[in-house]
């Protein structure tokens, strides 16, 4: 698809999308639907062009010069969910309001047994939510744990059916809790693990806070992200700071797993693989269509351009001249997304309820943007895998946040599976969490 001019691409209408997702066909040796994807400019988009189905693929030539545009400060206006809004999913999708009235919802993940534990990381707690009778619809919450600062990343360990503790990633610390199967409230003080990961405040443009963990899928090795303390700084304040540090699950043995990952914000671990993955926000101040945020599988010791280089060796013109001798070695990630959407949360589709296709494919939920002058984010992506590698095409899948004004009233941050296989959505914006379920359809049409 060739380049079109800005004019255009953002007169792109949800029409002309449907017209695209019309094209789809299955050919007989992939059953996932096939589908035409925007490429080029077109892929870059905004939110006008976003529609449950839509495919995009940016690569590393559509990149755009630095400064191509000036540096916008369009932060989100948050609103009350307007009358008749609701998310919008692919056909063959219900979504559903699962919870509401939390405060400050980021990470969820699923219990074992089935209980969504939940950081609310402005009032620095961890709450539990339990579906006992299997309706879509909670039954009890209660406060796990309280006294934590700024909470973002749970895990359990070890992994499997029966783990002895939760983890918590605090923003300057990993602490744990004894558990057991069925536990709401936490039995005893937590146990500090890493006392003196770097933190963060909420600064805009850096200052990143969230700290996410996630366990190998053998229980081994423990991983947390720590993002960057600025936007582009390369001073001692950067100090174990844009990596993945890697840990014994004791605490012990700190190395960096990978490098120059300037805010690494959702950790997962590939259920089949055993890869790590990472979902990014890249750099600010460059410009509407620079850097890509992007998903990735994260190479061990690999390094990934930040703040020097950024998506391969493209040196960050604020730091022209410095350490070539790293040009060569930065890394492309897998799949590039539009610039400034904030990708936070990552997760695995491991459940049996959607259509085949979608089986171990990642889900990563899109914050949204404030440093672009029209909007990009605001939804939640599917990243199709084949064999647990990337395509580089991403798919919208759960979009509808904003408003025909541009302003915005809800906000996805965290993605987790279900027991019964629905996946659910945490969104700090208007306090909920949204279900969405497999309600019917045949797998070729669910995707479209």
């Known amino acids: 698809m060739g380049l079109r001019t800005r004019s255009t691409l953002r007169t792109l209408t949800l029409s002309g999308l449907a017209t695209i997702l019309a094209a789809s066909s299955v050919t007989a040796d992939d059953a996932r639907p096939r589908r035409d994807v925007l490429t080029g400019r077109d892929a870059l988009g905004d939110w006008t062009t976003d529609a449950p189905g839509v495919r995009?693929?940016?690569?590393?030539?559509?990149?755009?010069?630095?400064?191509?545009?000036?540096?916008?400060?369009n932060g989100a206006k948050v609103v009350s969910r307007p009358e008749g809004a609701w998310p919008k999913a692919p056909e063959g999708f219900k979504v559903t309001e699962f919870a509401k009235g939390l405060s400050n919802p980021r990470v969820?993940?699923?219990?074992?047994?089935?209980?969504?534990?939940?950081?609310?990381?402005?009032?620095?707690?961890?709450?539990?939510?339990?579906?006992?009778?299997?309706?879509?619809?909670?039954?009890?919450?209660?406060?796990?744990?309280?006294?934590?600062?700024?909470?973002?990343?749970?895990?359990?360990?070890?992994?499997?059916?029966?783990?002895?503790?939760?983890?918590?990633?605090?923003?300057?610390?990993?602490?744990?809790?004894?558990?057991?199967?069925?536990?709401?409230?936490?039995?005893?003080?937590?146990?500090?693990?890493?006392?003196?990961?770097?933190?963060?405040?909420?600064?805009?443009?850096?200052?990143?806070?969230?700290?996410?963990?996630a366990f190998s899928n053998d229980g081994k090795r423990m991983l947390v992200s720590v993002g960057s303390h600025s936007n582009v700084s390369d001073d001692d304040g950067e100090k174990r700071r844009a990596d993945i540090l890697v840990f014994n699950p004791d605490g012990s043995g700190e190395k960096t797993f990978g490098s120059g990952i300037r805010n690494p914000v959702g950790l997962a671990i590939h259920p089949t693989t055993g890869d790590v993955w990472a979902s990014v926000n890249e750099r600010d101040g460059l410009g509407d269509h620079l850097v890509p945020d992007y998903v990735t599988r994260v190479e061990e010791g690999g390094f990934y351009g930040w703040p020097w280089f950024y998506i391969g060796g493209h040196q960050d013109p604020r730091h022209m001249g410095k350490h070539p001798e790293l040009k060569d070695k930065t890394i492309v990630p897998d799949v590039l997304l539009q610039s400034h959407s904030a990708s936070l949360d990552l997760t695995f589709y491991t459940?049996?309820?959607?259509?085949?296709?979608?089986?171990?494919?990642?889900?990563?939920?899109?914050?949204?943007?404030?440093?672009?002058?029209?909007?990009?984010?605001?939804?939640?992506?599917?990243?199709?895998?084949?064999?647990?590698?990337a395509t580089g095409e991403y798919e919208d899948f759960l979009v509808g946040?904003?408003?025909?004004?541009?302003?915005?009233?809800?906000?996805?941050?965290?993605?987790?599976?279900?027991?019964?296989?629905?996946?659910?959505?945490t969104?700090?914006?208007?306090?909920?969490?949204?279900?969405?379920?497999?309600?019917?359809?045949?797998?070729?049409a669910a995707g479209q």
Not at 184 to 198: C, L, N, R, Y
């Open 56 to 73: 995009r693929k940016i690569t590393v030539a559509d990149l755009a010069p630095p400064y191509e545009t000036a540096s916008a400060n």
């Open 108 to 213: 969820i993940v699923t219990a074992p047994n089935g209980d969504l534990f939940i950081a609310e990381s402005g009032p620095g707690r961890v709450k539990v939510i339990r579906d006992a009778n299997n309706d879509g619809k909670p039954d009890t919450t209660t406060i796990f744990a309280k006294g934590l600062r700024q909470p973002f990343g749970i895990a359990f360990y070890p992994p499997g059916p029966k783990p002895t503790h939760v983890y918590v990633a605090n923003t300057d610390s990993v602490v744990r809790f004894a558990y057991s199967e069925g536990d709401t409230e936490a039995k005893g003080e937590p146990e500090t693990i890493v006392k003196d990961i770097p933190g963060g405040g909420r600064l805009t443009g850096g200052g990143h806070w969230t700290r996410d963990i």
């Open 427 to 444: 969104d700090d914006g208007s306090g909920t969490i949204w279900r969405v379920a497999y309600s019917g359809g045949t797998p070729a």
């Open 351 to 389: 459940g049996d309820q959607f259509p085949k296709e979608y089986k171990n494919d990642g889900f990563a939920a899109e914050h949204g943007s404030w440093n672009r002058a029209r909007r990009t984010g605001y939804k939640v992506v599917r990243i199709p895998l084949k064999d647990g590698k």
């Open 401 to 425: 946040f904003v408003t025909e004004k541009g302003d915005v009233w809800g906000r996805p941050v965290g993605v987790t599976v279900a027991k019964d296989g629905a996946l659910l959505v």
